[in-house]
T-cell receptor, first 111, second 115 residues
Framework: TQLLEQSPQFLSIQEGENLTVYCNSSSVFSSLQWYRQEPGEGPVLLVTVVTGGEVKKLKRLTFQFGDARKDSSLHITAAQPGDTGLYLCAGAGYSNYQLIWGAGTKLIIKP | DSGVTQTPKHLITATGQRVTLRCSPRSGDLSVYWYQQSLDQGLQFLIHYYNGEERAKGNILERFSAQQFPDLHSELNLSSLELGDSALYFC??????????????FGEGSRLTVL
C-alpha cells in the first residue's frame, strides 16, 4: 500500500519566518502535486513536479521533488498571513491511476 | 472559481436519513471524483467516474453510492446516516480519464452535519 506522510502536521509561525514542510513515502511516484486549501474552500493546485531532483519556484514558494521520486518538500520564504492554509501533497503512482494523498500540514502564519 | 459546482453547500440531517449531494464538473471534464474530509483531516478518496463509468473505488462505505449521468454531472448518495458521516464532501473534476497525472479542480464542498 502506498502511503504519503506529511510533516509537520501543524505549524504556527510568525510573519516573516521561513519554513519547510515535507512529504515522504517509501514508494516511488511518477509525479507529485501540492495543493493549498483555505478554510471553507476546496484544495487548489499549486504545482506538479515530475522529474527526480526537480525544483520549481512559485514566488516565495519553492518545491523540490526528491532524486528518487519518493519525497518532496515545500519551502516558504518570508511567510505571510495569506500563506495560511492546509497544504496537501498527492502522489501519482505507476501501477494505478489514483492519487495518493497525504494527511496535510496545517499552516498558520501570525501577523 | 474552479468551475466545479456542488450543491447543497450545507446540509443538516438526522441519523438514519438519506441525502444526495450533487456535482457539476467543469465544462469539458469527463472525470469526476468524490472525496470525504473530516475536521482538519486530509482527503479520503471515495470514488472516481469517467464519462459515466465507474473507474475506481476507494474507502467508500456500502451505505454510500454514486453515479455519473450522461450530462456528466454526478450525485453521491449517503444513506442510513451516522454521526460519523458528518464531514465535508468534495467533488473534483479533471480533463483526463487517468486523473492521477492531471490537475484536479475541486468544488467548494458540501458540509454535511448529522445530528
Amino acid at each position: 500500500t502506498q502511503l504519503l506522510e506529511q510533516s509537520p502536521q501543524f505549524l504556527s509561525i510568525q510573519e516573516g519566518e521561513n519554513l519547510t514542510v515535507y512529504c515522504n513515502s517509501s514508494s516511488v511516484f511518477s509525479s507529485l502535486q501540492w495543493y493549498r486549501q483555505e478554510p471553507g474552500e476546496g484544495p487548489v493546485l499549486l504545482v506538479t513536479v515530475v522529474t527526480g531532483g526537480e525544483v520549481k519556484k512559485l514566488k516565495r514558494l519553492t518545491f523540490q521533488f526528491g532524486d528518487a521520486r519518493k519525497d518532496s518538500s515545500l519551502h516558504i520564504t518570508a511567510a505571510q498571513p495569506g500563506d495560511t492554509g492546509l497544504y496537501l501533497c498527492a502522489g501519482a503512482g505507476y501501477s494505478n491511476y489514483q492519487l495518493i494523498w497525504g494527511a496535510g500540514t496545517k499552516l498558520i502564519i501570525k501577523p | 472559481d474552479s468551475g466545479v459546482t456542488q450543491t447543497p453547500k450545507h446540509l443538516i440531517t438526522a441519523t438514519g436519513q438519506r441525502v444526495t449531494l450533487r456535482c457539476s464538473p467543469r465544462s469539458g471534464d469527463l472525470s469526476v471524483y468524490w472525496y470525504q474530509q473530516s475536521l482538519d483531516q486530509g482527503l479520503q478518496f471515495l470514488i472516481h467516474y469517467y464519462n459515466g463509468e465507474e473507474r475506481a473505488k476507494g474507502n467508500i462505505l456500502e451505505r454510500f453510492s454514486a453515479q455519473q449521468f450522461p450530462d456528466l454531472h454526478s450525485e453521491l448518495n449517503l444513506s442510513s446516516l451516522e454521526l460519523g458521516d458528518s464531514a465535508l464532501y468534495f467533488c473534483a473534476s479533471s480533463v483526463e480519464g487517468q486523473g492521477a497525472s492531471g490537475e484536479l479542480f475541486f468544488g467548494e464542498g458540501s458540509r454535511l452535519t448529522v445530528l
